[in-house]
């Protein structure tokens, strides 16, 4: 991953390669850091929902609560409807993007996000139906593969909601804590054995003057 992203900001402030790489090479780096990636942030399987809970599910309680408040009340004045927040802006990475794209159902197995990606999540009212309806935009084009969108990327606010609901329904605090707990559990059994006291002194012996724990 580190060398697809070394070779990705080359192309795009150079507008060349980094020296040896072809387009076929960068197509076929770019897939397998997506596979790699997708594992970190955006897993499949039994697992998948907790995982993303924790890696974007914060992220998705922000937007459908910012939805929510929009919603206009049937009751409330002139004055308080215009007050509304119009627009929400959330500013994140191209690992906030991804787990995202994953809740939403919007396929990015082979293609990195490039950059400058964005995510468009747009709120409609439509007064014949009396139904709110969500169509999200991916870098510009209709999200067309959104759960439960209709031909057009429409989907109905509650269906929406209730899709993305349950990767906010975790308390992050004290499962990131159990966590957390369980790894430097595993980390202290490890390091208080005798075969990894052995390596850890190895390791520190190997290490010369010019040497860095840091260094890649």
Excluded at 196 to 216: F, I, M, V
Aim: glycine residues 6%.
């Amino acid at each position: 991953m580190e060398v697809h992203d070394v070779c990705q900001c080359v192309k795009t402030h150079s507008g060349k390669h980094h020296a040896g790489m072809t387009d076929e090479l960068m197509g076929e780096l770019e897939e397998a850091s997506v596979s790699t990636m997708r594992t970190y942030v955006a897993p499949r399987g039994e697992a998948a929902t907790e995982h993303l809970a924790l890696a974007i599910g914060r992220v998705v309680s922000a937007i459908l609560r910012g939805m929510g408040r929009s919603i206009t009340d049937e009751d409330e004045d002139e004055e308080r409807r215009l007050s509304k927040t119009r627009m929400h802006c959330l500013s994140g990475h191209d690992t906030t993007i991804m787990p995202l794209l994953v809740v939403l159902g919007i396929p990015f197995d082979k293609e990195w996000p490039p950059f400058m990606s964005n995510i468009v999540i747009e709120l409609f009212y439509c007064e014949k139906l009396d139904k709110h309806f969500v169509r999200v935009l991916y870098n510009g084009a209709v999200a067309k593969d959104l759960k439960h969108a209709n031909r057009n990327g429409f989907v109905e606010y509650v269906q929406f909601r209730k899709d993305l609901t349950r990767y906010v329904s975790i308390d992050h605090h004290a499962r990131c804590n159990q966590v957390f707990r369980e790894d430097s559990k595993d980390l202290d059994g490890a390091s208080s054995s005798p075969k990894a006291q052995h390596q850890q002194a190895r390791n520190a012996s190997e290490l010369g003057s010019g040497d860095s724990l840091g260094r890649s």
